[in-house]
């Protein structure tokens, strides 16, 4: 293990967050609401974490293997939940235990949505504004942006973007060099976000809230600067362009990097995974909108249309915006929006949950073994369009989900040792571990009500579901730190 290169990087890294709060301490300069030195202070406290670490290592430079990379990741993504929390912590309003500060932090920088405060509206806006830029930095990922703008990470940036990014094939690169990927997918990202933003300003928003919902739009990420989400503004307009964004924002970003080089939508024509994205959210919205409808829900069809689809989307994406008491929907539909979530958006995009292609390749693989008892001496191959996969992938996703159920079980005993009922602790397991938010039960609206031990083990929850079981699995195990 090269650890003075890992903590030569990771100076690097954390000097790097501690700028993310030039843009908050902006925002309470120009309202006047009073956190200027707050946001100085914290900025100031994280920079110099990073400065100790690299100062001494500054001029160690190693290549980095592949496990050093996995270090690097999980131990910055630690450590950054703790330097997110400082603001949170030196704020006059709200005061915040530390319990709750990491929470909100980890809740935000793994776009999970899920938060402890009350009150948003009351919120100063240089906090609003945190929030949401913590999600924003955490869609597509802090080390690969690291990757793209920082060549002094060098050599090893092509294990951190492997250990960083979501989705089952992760050797597959948009161009020859590993930086030049890195800043392409932030391209991207950078120009939904500026289009979501004026979409919804053209929606009727006004900037500051259409630039601060751009941000959590495109990560999926959920937060709002209201306490009733996207309901607060009560508007078809800005809905539907939440609903667009959300579902752009799920689809694999190797797809869209893909068709804007090509100047043709065909890549997403041709892709597997994001016609079963497509269908899966055709039955989703389908299914909301008749259910409330026959139900008596709503009074007018349209109504039900437009409260199932956004609510479906925004489950069945792991965005977690609400516009209305979702929990209180009869029946079984608040359960089914919530197992939604488990499905998730396309491998490669800011979402959460399993992801479409895993699902997929699951279910091939249950109709492959059931055409095999049929049909003993057949050689049936899973194919994805036309592409027929490797017996070492169909065995790395099963090898997911099994690490993922045993993850799921573990939270949710511990959950309830703290005290919590089975429909909370169910519901929120699936919430932070699928990087959703809301839950059911006693996490529907908020998790401030829940204990301090149930916090930090959903905040770990979170991380597991942001860096997807085995990134932060592999550092457990014996073999990873033998030489």
Known sequence: MHWFA???????????????????????????????????????????????????????????RLRDGFLVVVAFWGVLGLSGAVPFLLLDEPEMSVADAVFEAVSGLTTTGATVITGIDSLPRSL?????MLQWLGGMGIIVLAVAILPVLGIGGLQLYRAETPGPMKDQKLTPRITETAKALWYIYLGLTILCALGYRAAGMEWFDAVAHSFSTVAIGGFSTHDASLGHFDSPAVEGVAMVFMILAGINFALHFVAWRARSPAAYLQDAELRAYAYF??????????????????????????????QAIAFATTTGFTTSGYTA??????????????????AGSTGGGLKVIRVLLL???????????????????????????????????????????VAFVFFLIALMATGLD?????????????????????VGSNYADIGPA????????????????FTLLVILTPGFWRV
């Open 454 to 469: 149930a916090k930090l083990l959903l905040s770990l929850a979170m991380l597991l579901g942001r860096l997807e079981i």
């Open 128 to 132: 609003l504004f945190y929030r949401q």
């Open 281 to 310: 959210l055709v039955v989703m919205v389908v299914g909301a909108s008749a259910y409330l409808y026959a139900t008596g829900t709503f009074e007018s069809a349209l109504a039900a249309i437009r409260a199932g689809a956004f």
């Open 422 to 442: 089975q429909v909370t602790a169910f519901s929120a397991v699936a919430a932070c571990l699928n990087n959703l938010g809301p839950g059911l039960g006693a």
């Open 329 to 346: 929907w009869p029946g079984m539909l608040p359960v089914v929006l919530l197992l939604s979530s488990f499905v998730g958006a396309c």
């Open 363 to 405: 279910l091939k693989q249950g109709l492959r073994e059931i055409q095999q008892l049929i049909h003993p001496n057949a050689r049936v191959s899973i194919k994805v369009g036309e592409t027929a996969l490797s017996d070492r992938v169909v065995g790395a996703v099963w090898g997911f989900f099994a690490g993922y159920v």
């Open 6 to 64: 890992v903590q030569r990087i990771l100076g690097v890294l954390l000097g790097l967050f501690s700028l993310t709060m030039v843009p908050p301490l902006a925002v309470a300069w120009i309202y006047e609401d009073g956190n200027v030195v707050s946001f100085a202070i914290a900025m100031s406290l994280v920079l110099g974490c990073g400065i100790a670490l690299w100062l001494p290592v500054r001029s160690h430079r190693r290549d980095l």
